[in-house]
């Protein structure tokens, strides 16, 4: 079998994969995308309901996410705000109350404990260095320490603690034991604060894409030279060495100088690769999982909590989908609200039937906004962990442990084989910003290497 | 291609998978062993150096384990044991003293501590039901926290910290802030108390198989009937629907009623599946990484640290191998002192030149015996994370937050596929006995099934 000649091999047509290409393409370098699934944008993923673009992936953009901001400008796709307009509501011990702004009013005693943790992580966020946090001075500390008993120590109220771990929940897409306390202040630090992280107006859940997200993807990949990008193309192995790389597909095979894997840790580390990765880079993609998250949709004639004076924000204990939000486009025909299953939840129901999935959310839906909320006129979800080509989202995520003794295996090149990814960014790790970061970076490490 | 049939095709022939085989074989079925390397055993693995059996990979057998050693009787396999006679030697903070039994004599208050912080983990392990870890009474707890933590909390005095950390690298290969507390306790129970884990005489170190413990798997292995082990043939995918399984190497294809996949859960992770694994399983594998051990042997004319009063086990705070035992033959000629570098010092320690590794190791064991143990006649270790086909040892370990939201993914069959591996065995879990026992278990279940 003849292989496939080009000089850069890009494994995954995500933001990243298509950021590398761009970039590589402009520079003059002949490449071949793959890319497992027969369409592009990986974790960002839109569908059309009745009309309407609904975002089953990475829906968000906001300040400060300079790259992908541009991006779009430079593509020509218009953006409108996240609806914030209205009350919120907070639904807890069956009380239901509503509230403005990022933080619910809770008793006095939570409020405080959520100010005083929040303060806190933002704080010790600042020591973390974002290219190489085990050089934090404590690192090695927080390193082995879980987030579940960072609340524990600091937040004395269960309020709080419930109001913090969902909030972390949906900026993690895991739950407060999984993770590494060192992982949190990194990525807190990585988008430029929790603030930032939480917050609709002026954070990270500001702006959206005009048709969807999606949408973006597809004007990255149409810009790209005929021929570069190969969908339903699922790498399966790696051969490389000092001439160069093969990249194998199941029935083809593609060489190059160089290859980019543009996956997420964990799928990289399923490739097969020969040689075998070092021990450094092996162990590290044995310990980054994925995230999980259900994104659960449901679609109205029209957004009737607005006119009730209700953004269609709500956070609540209800399970299973403890943070909603109005996802309709501006208009709010039809009417759009989102749930988020997370975590440990997300794992559960993923493998539940899809109906009781359904009843369960719109139940939610309903305690929050009333009986209308739950009877929709279609509902929709997607689990990512039941993606073959994700395996979880929205990112890969640092257990106890794993920064301090694997980080630095992290995006460093084995060789001819470079890595991208939005785990690989230091700024917005884990937002589609980090993703175009990433590809853009391993594109520059391509070209400065045949300098 | 047309391809190989069998009633039942095993993946692995570690001794899970050899034992899986052995009883399928014994009820008349017949079955395939496919196993990627060119040898049996898995992470048992024997070569012969000086005329002496050397151990690089599981070695030891012990007390209660039942199966194991039942086998080696079967098969004709002596065994002796481990030489303990002699003082031990702890080396810390630069002072070297002795002490014999398994607590080495530190100063009271750190005594104290270890002896609070074993009988603590002792007695919280007998609350963990071996079948279902995560429905302990406070399962969430003690998952949501580090062996660290609890080490931090509990052992009050540096002295006390060390021990308990370098005792328990030696029983994960992993470090206190990787393991999930309730993993620990899982283990310990599994194992059959700290003791027994810790202890060479009436423990998992006492008993050792004459000529190497791969003398069993390879007794194991010539047992099954002609035809039914084929080496080098690693598995790439395994097709499963209602009517059987396919699985797939590079050049071959083997089907059958059912499929055993006996490796540890990470690698069964990175085989492809048509249909995918269902979320649970899937983001399991992605949750049990590797732990990470360095086999570094010593090769002397003869054992004279026993002429010294020495039996050449040694605890030392020198990096970076903490932990020392003898590994002679009972008569000690050649003499054999074995030294263990674990959890992040293995990783860091894998990817440098094997020389500076050597130096390290003898300057260590030189430390602790004196300076004749710098000079061996021969020096050999083995970095089970570079193994391709292990990609670490001695076990797959559960971080924070995995148990309680995964476990349950460990041994549920997915329709005709069946998981076995010392990773899913409830007695013994790690070591060689509880390989035994998940394999003589999936048997059982494939069997069971038919009826």
């Known amino acids: 079998m003849q292989p496939f000649e080009s000089d850069v091999i890009v494994v995954g047509a995500g933001f990243a994969g298509l950021s590398a290409a ?8 002949r490449v071949a995308v793959l890319e497992a699934r027969d369409r592009v944008g ?36 218009a953006t409108h705000r996240q609806h914030v307009e209205g009350h919120n509501v907070l639904h807890f011990g069956g009380k239901r ?8 009013r809770v008793d006095a005693a939570s409020l405080a404990a959520v100010g005083w943790v929040w303060f806190r992580l933002d704080q010790l966020a600042k020591e973390v260095p974002l290219d190489a946090p085990w050089e934090a001075k404590q690192a ?19 309020g709080a603690r419930k109001l913090l771990r969902y909030a ?19 990525y807190i630090r990585s988008g430029g604060g929790l603030d930032r992280l939480l917050s609709s107006e002026n954070g990270a859940q500001q702006d959206r894409v005009v048709g969807g997200m999606q949408r973006l993807a597809e004007a990255l990949a149409a810009k790209l030279p005929e021929g570069t990008l190969r969908l339903s193309t ?24 160089r290859v980019i894997v543009a996956l997420p840790p964990m799928l990289a580390g399923r490739l097969r690769y020969a040689p075998a990765m070092p021990s450094a880079r092996d162990q590290l993609t044995q310990r980054v999982p994925q995230g999980a998250v259900i994104k659960c949709i449901a ?16 956070i609540t204990d209800l399970a299973p989908a403890h943070v909603q939000f109005d996802a309709s486009a501006p208009e709010g025909t039809p009417g759009v609200l989102l749930g988020f299953i997370e975590g440990a939840a997300a794992r559960e129901w993923s493998d539940r039937p899809r109906g009781e999935r359904r009843d369960a959310v719109l139940a ?61 960014a230091t700024v917005w790790n884990g937002y589609i910003e980090g993703a175009i970061r990433s590809g853009e970076r391993a594109a520059e490490e391509v070209l400065r290497s045949e300098r």
């Open 22 to 29: 761009r970039r590589l393409c402009a520079a003059g370098r």
């Open 42 to 77: 990986g974790r960002v993923y839109t569908e059309t309901h009745h009309g309407t673009a609904i975002d089953l992936g990475g829906q968000w953009l906001g300040p400060t996410q300079d790259r992908a901001l541009a991006l779009a400008k430079e593509l020509g796709l």
């Open 97 to 104: 109350r509503l509230f403005r702004g990022t933080v619910p």
């Open 140 to 158: 090695s500390e927080w390193d082995a320490t879980t987030l579940d008993t960072f609340l524990r120590t600091h937040a004395p109220t269960e």
């Open 168 to 186: 972390m929940e949906t900026v993690f897409a895991a739950d407060p034991a999984d993770l590494s306390l060192l992982h949190v202040l990194f």
């Open 234 to 257: 699922p790498v399966r192995a790696i051969e490389h060495d000092r001439d160069g790389v093969v990249v194998r597909s199941d029935d083809a095979a593609f060489s190059g100088s």
């Open 299 to 314: 679609i109205y004639e029209r957004a009737w909590w607005r006119e009730e004076g209700l953004s269609g924000h709500a």
């Open 364 to 424: 939610c839906f309903a305690r929050c906004f009333g009986v209308r909320a739950g009877l929709p006129v279609h509902y929709v979800d997607k689990s990512w962990t039941e993606d073959e080509w994700s395996r979880g989202c929205y990112a890969g995520y640092f257990p106890p442990g794993v920064w301090t003794s694997s980080g630095k295996a992290l995006r460093a090149p084995i060789g001819r084989v470079h890595w991208a990814g939005t785990e690989t």
